[in-house]
């Protein structure tokens, strides 16, 4: 079992930042790849970054792209996912979620193939 915990998220201006961490506690957690996902109201799990177990390989999604920088530090057992310019459509809860890291790369972005998630946290930008 791996424990998930975000925190970071909040109320900022578009254009401003927030950085937020997903604290993991259970197995060991450098064997997992970590995903970072939103959820807007009425809508899907979105994905929106991941990063391998090492940590040389990220991936993101076109909305986010040189936005957004995902980074693991597996002596903490912690990811973190930077948010730069953000806007007001990047509104909604973000999740962090593990998985195993043996899978193929393509499944990164799919939400279904995670196995533990966090509780999510807000993140709301204002216009």
């Known amino acids: 079992q791996v424990q998930l915990v975000e925190s970071g998220g909040g109320l900022v201006q578009a254009g401003g930042s927030l950085r937020l961490s997903c604290s993991a506690s259970?197995?060991?957690?450098?064997?997992?790849?970590m995903g970072w996902f939103l959820q807007a109201p009425g809508n899907e799990r979105d994905f929106v970054s991941a990063?391998?177990?090492?940590?040389?390989?990220?991936y993101y999604a076109d909305s986010v792209k040189g936005r957004f920088t995902i980074s693991r530090d597996n002596a903490k057992n912690t990811a973190y996912l930077q948010m730069n310019s953000l806007k007001p459509e990047d509104t909604a809860v973000y999740y962090c979620?593990?998985?195993?890291?043996?899978?193929?790369?393509?499944?990164?972005?799919?939400?279904?193939?995670?196995?533990?998630w966090g509780q999510g946290t807000q993140v709301t930008v204002s216009s």
């Open positions: 259970g197995r060991t957690f450098s064997t997992y790849a």
């Open positions: 990063i391998r177990w090492s940590g040389g390989s990220a």
């Open positions: 979620a593990s998985r195993s890291d043996r899978l193929m790369s393509s499944t990164l972005p799919n939400f279904r193939a995670y196995d533990y």
